[in-house]
């Protein structure tokens, strides 16, 4: 359990704008959230896009909170303290590091952020770093883990004051290396800014959350921030700060305006980190990589171009941690797949069926890119789009999906408050009607560039499995490792692997356990 911090050694150096109430005690516990607010808690009132920390004080007070740190005038009981500064959640990441003790400067810190690959590259890292001797940590998408447990995330990227909670957790548990997954969100909303790392890694940027950036600008301006502001005041020393790819327009754009030490990877020859020489079948990728020093003959169970980008990343932040090139070849061999990234849920003999959690029109084209070589007759597409997310992607998605695919199945993804028809009819507004022809569910059998319609999900993927024949493929593409929907303002229970298994298993009296 977390000792307790003496209330002005806590706020020591912190600048704030006032403070009114008693300033001697001691804090027992931070938080943001009124309900696991105790004896002696501080309170952090967070002002939010749905709801305002600042209502909830009357509640966290009632529960023993004896300290508020808020950005409003606000009226609270004599014995308790107000904390009035101009940023809370900046502020409440530097109250809890100092609370926590500052846990990520006594571990190995890596950074990954971009659009795609965030996921892939974490898991691939984390094998590498155990397969050389490392107690690892994962903070991503799928879940946190570390010390032997397993996690849900709420967030990809925690809120700061449960990043370094999770942190000190980790350094207690003797855990050495960490690899967090940084969202746009998170550096948007500071929940970062006090983490001490070793190396940031981009991957890339296209279309994606411009219901919360205002435009690409801003999207990337976001991600920027780890290489621009954080990364700088890092106290680690390393030689090599940043990874970035070199082959996205982007990544360059970091590398020819930031100042840091670090290298680029890519198929291009300018390169730090670059492929000679590379195949690509159904059975994984086999490459020789040249990095500074030393060339690397790997292979990976893993699908597609995209997934080289990602192990060339991997390569790449390994070496830069000098990591032995031995170590980085079998770490990246051992990953054979990735829960919910181009994960194959089919057996021998049947159609190829594979969930993917494309949800842009970018990694749609990527994921379908990596498989398309490998189909022998038809591409069978289902996906939808996230309903009070971007509109703007749901029509590109529909014209990435109907160029490259053979049959179309138009679904719901995570309609959330959104009408599911019409946030269909967005994505076929993306169809070119030269391309497509719409055809009813019943029709689409033994038919060849057409799309349909089919609102509820599991429908959808059973259409798509029992009209697939061997040699088709069969992509599901939007939700990946997410194990529910979301309708309405309530999480259902929903599992794209599970479903596509049971209707497989109904098909051919088999499929994969």
Request: glycine fraction near 8%; charged fraction near 25%.
């Given at each position: ?63 023993g909170s004896k300290f508020i740190l808020c950005e409003k005038e606000v009226e609270v009981p004599p014995g308790v303290t107000t904390i009035w500064v101009r940023d809370v959640r900046e ?161 360059k754009r970091l590398w020819e305006e930031e100042t840091l030490p670090g290298w680029t990877y890519g198929k291009g020859g300018f390169n730090h980190v670059q492929v000679v020489d590379l ?63 181009l994960e194959r849920v089919s057996g021998p003999h049947e159609p190829h069926v594979f969930v993917d959690y494309a949800h842009t029109d970018d990694a749609l084209a990527k994921v379908i ?145």
């Amino acid at each position: 359990m977390r000792k307790k911090v003496r209330v002005e050694d806590l706020l020591s150096n912190i600048q704030v704008l006032a403070i009114r109430g008693p300033m001697e005690g001691e804090v027992s516990s931070i938080t943001y959230d009124s309900r696991k607010c105790t004896d002696g808690c501080l309170f952090c009132a967070i002002p939010g896009t749905e709801q305002d920390g600042h209502e909830f004080i009357p509640d966290a007070v009632s529960r023993g909170s004896k300290f508020i740190l808020c950005e409003k005038e606000v009226e609270v009981p004599p014995g308790v303290t107000t904390i009035w500064v101009r940023d809370v959640r900046e502020t409440m990441g530097k109250l809890a590091k100092r609370f926590y003790g500052d846990p990520s400067s006594r571990l190995c810190l890596v950074g990954v952020t971009g659009t795609n690959g965030k996921t892939t590259l974490s898991y691939l890292l984390e094998s590498i770093f155990q397969q050389a001797g490392f107690k690892t940590g994962v903070l991503g998408t799928v879940n946190y883990r570390y010390g032997g447990e397993i996690l849900p995330a709420p967030n990809t990227t925690p809120e700061s004051l449960d990043m370094h909670r999770i942190l000190h957790e980790m350094v207690l548990m003797g855990v050495t290396h960490c690899v967090a997954e940084v969202s746009s969100h998170a550096l948007a909303l500071k929940r970062v800014d006090e983490c001490d790392f070793d190396l940031g890694i981009f991957t890339n940027l296209s279309r994606d959350h411009l219901d919360f950036h205002r435009d690409m600008e801003d999207y990337f301006a976001a991600k920027r921030r780890l290489f621009s502001q954080i990364l700088p005041r890092s106290q680690k020393g390393r030689e090599i700060r940043m990874v970035l790819n070199g082959d996205d327009p982007w990544g360059k754009r970091l590398w020819e305006e930031e100042t840091l030490p670090g290298w680029t990877y890519g198929k291009g020859g300018f390169n730090h980190v670059q492929v000679v020489d590379l195949s690509l079948s159904l059975r994984g990728l086999r490459a020789e990589v040249y990095a500074p020093g030393v060339t690397l003959s790997l292979f990976s169970p893993l699908l597609g171009m995209f997934n080289l980008y990602n192990i060339l990343a991997a390569v790449a932040a390994a070496l830069a941690l000098q990591i032995a090139p031995k170590d980085i070849v079998e770490g990246i061999a051992r990953v054979d797949r990735i829960p919910g990234r181009l994960e194959r849920v089919s057996g021998p003999h049947e159609p190829h069926v594979f969930v993917d959690y494309a949800h842009t029109d970018d990694a749609l084209a990527k994921v379908i890119t990596a498989i398309l070589p490998f189909r022998r007759r038809n591409l069978i597409t289902v996906f939808g789009c996230g309903g009070d997310r971007d509109p703007g992607k749901r029509p590109r998605m529909g014209q990435v999906a109907s160029e490259s695919s053979d049959v179309v199945i138009i679904t719901s993804d995570n309609p959330r408050t959104e009408d599911p028809l019409s946030i269909i009819r967005q994505i076929e507004k993306g169809i070119p009607t030269d391309v497509m022809k719409k055809v009813d569910p019943s029709e689409l059998e033994n038919q060849n560039k057409v799309y349909t319609v089919i609102p509820d999900r599991r429908e959808a993927i059973k259409r798509a499995i029992d009209i697939a024949k061997e040699g088709d493929i069969v992509l599901i593409a939007g939700k990946g490792h997410e194990d529910y929907q979301i309708i309405g303002r309530k999480k259902v229970w929903f599992d794209d692997r599970v479903v596509a298994k049971e209707f497989l298993a109904a098909k051919t009296g088999g499929g994969i356990g």
